[in-house]
């Protein structure tokens, strides 16, 4: 790829019946609030909206999605809103493609296209009750196992104490100083006189 310029990513753009809940909301998906969430969206911007709808009945439910740059900040919203509304929730992934544009930099090349698939965060909130059959429903004021359900890693305080440990184990010891300090004769700095042989008489 040494003779070409990466151009943009076009992302296939989602539609409402796409999303993940077939078992969570109704076929109508108009009362359906979705909140797609970019790398560069604002999110005091998002939520003062989102709350405005919630608070006027506008909506009853709503959706937040993200991928790429924007999973972070759809959590992040997500978690804010739970704050001043009681919301049931459902956490779910999906994939969508996206395209990679390659421009040739040399004549007689032709533009490549790399088709990927990459993962994108779907987040369902919902002021009413949603069915207990409805798998990984989390509701009001609760905490979600959703990440430790996919493999959390270890506390980052118990990776430490196996750094330590191991890198005491592997730390090899030190000569020279120790030594001297114990008093070895082998490493002793003590001047020792050395003999020296006396001249031979002149014939």
Same mark, same amino acid.
């Given at each position: 790829?040494? &003779?070409? %310029? ?5 992302? %296939? ?9 077939? +078992? ?6 108009? +009362? ?10 604002? @999110? ?10 919630? /608070?006027?009945?506008? &909506? ?35 994939? /969508?493609?996206?395209?990679? &544009? ?12 790399? /088709? ?5 965060? &779907?987040?369902?909130m919902s002021l009413d009750e949603l069915?207990?059959? @409805? ?9 979600? +196992? ?8 270890? %506390? ?12 005491r184990a592997n730390k090899r010891p %030190? ?18 006189? @050395?003999? @020296? ?7």
């Amino acid at each position: 790829m040494m &003779h070409y %310029r990466k151009a943009e990513n076009v992302e %296939r753009e989602l539609s409402k019946s796409e999303l993940p809940f077939d +078992d969570c909301i109704a076929k109508d998906l108009k +009362d359906i609030l979705w909140m797609q969430v970019k790398g560069g969206t604002k @999110v005091s911007n998002v939520i003062e909206f989102a709350q405005a709808a919630l /608070n006027k009945g506008e &909506h009853r439910s709503l959706v937040w999605s993200g991928s790429g740059g924007g999973v972070v900040k759809t959590i992040s919203c997500a978690e804010v809103l739970k704050r001043s509304h009681p919301l049931y929730q459902v956490t779910r992934m999906a994939y /969508n493609s996206v395209e990679e &544009h390659w421009k040739p930099q040399m004549e007689g090349l032709e533009e490549i296209i790399v /088709n990927r698939q990459i993962p994108t965060l &779907h987040i369902l909130m919902s002021l009413d009750e949603l069915p207990e059959s @409805v798998q990984g429903v989390q509701k009001p004021n609760t905490t979600s +196992d959703y990440w430790q359900d996919n493999g959390t890693p270890a %506390r980052p305080q118990h990776r430490q104490q196996q750094q330590g440990a191991a890198g005491r184990a592997n730390k090899r010891p %030190r000569f020279g100083r120790n030594k001297q300090q114990q008093g070895n004769p082998e490493c002793s700095t003590e001047q020792v006189p @050395v003999p @020296v042989p006396s001249p031979s008489p002149a014939q």
